[in-house]
């Protein structure tokens, strides 16, 4: 790494998934999310933005 201070976010899943498409499953999944409650620490990058995109009804998100 190039040694940039990366901006970080705090993503909580707050909704469940039973009943949601499995492609919404799997971008949960891909963000270390599956479970209410559970929340991870991500740099905010394009494709981590892109990912909570797609999920933003599901999840709550917050710098850090």
């Known amino acids: 790494m190039s040694g940039k201070n990366t901006e970080k976010v705090r993503v909580r ?3 469940g ?4 498409p499995q ?3 799997l ?3 891909a963000l270390g999310l ?3 409650g559970k929340e991870r620490e991500l740099p905010l990058n394009g494709p981590v933005a892109g990912l ?3 999920v933003r009804h599901l999840v ?3 710098k850090v």
Do not use: Y
């Open 52 to 54: 909570i995109k797609k």
């Open 17 to 20: 998934i039973p009943g949601r």
């Open 60 to 62: 709550s998100v917050e």
């Open 27 to 29: 971008t949960l999944q």
């Open 34 to 36: 599956g479970r209410v």
């Open 23 to 25: 492609r919404t499953r």
């Open 13 to 15: 899943q707050i909704r």
